[in-house]
């Protein structure tokens, strides 16, 4: 069974950085891919950045691009998510998710089909 467990939230004024962990478990093979998602309160979940787990390079939202950075360790089990310069409205619960079947919908959350349990960010002004 696929597990995702993020860690490395926390409280930061603006300008400054964290590091989510995605430890991921259970996959079969190499065909997937990993995105982060944020969700403030009230708000829908939103995309924020993917890596399909094969390539190097990862994708993301106009409003990150720049300040994030999507990544792997060799071993392909953790997906991290570098933060820096972080802006107040980053503020949220962040989830890591998978899909099994990587393709065109990786961009919203009906393109995954496993969840972690979030992990909160809050940024000051």
């Known amino acids: 069974e696929v597990q995702l467990v993020e860690s490395g939230g926390g409280s930061v004024q603006a300008g400054g950085s964290l590091r989510l962990s995605c430890a991921t478990s259970?996959?079969?093979?190499?065909?997937?891919?990993i995105g982060w998602f944020r969700q403030a309160p009230g708000k829908e979940r939103k995309w924020v950045s993917c890596?399909?787990?094969?390539?190097?390079?990862?994708s993301y939202a106009d409003s990150v691009k720049g300040r994030f950075t999507i990544s792997s360790n060799s071993a392909k089990n953790t997906v991290f998510l570098q933060m820096n310069n972080l802006k107040p409205e980053d503020t949220g619960v962040y989830y890591c998710?998978?899909?099994?079947?990587?393709?065109?919908?990786?961009?919203?959350?009906?393109?995954?089909?496993?969840w972690g349990q979030g992990t909160q960010v809050t940024v000051s002004a």
């Open positions: 259970g996959f079969t093979s190499d065909d997937y891919a």
């Open positions: 890596l399909v787990i094969s390539d190097t390079s990862g």
């Open positions: 998710a998978a899909s099994t079947t990587p393709g065109p919908f990786l961009v919203v959350p009906d393109g995954y089909n496993y």
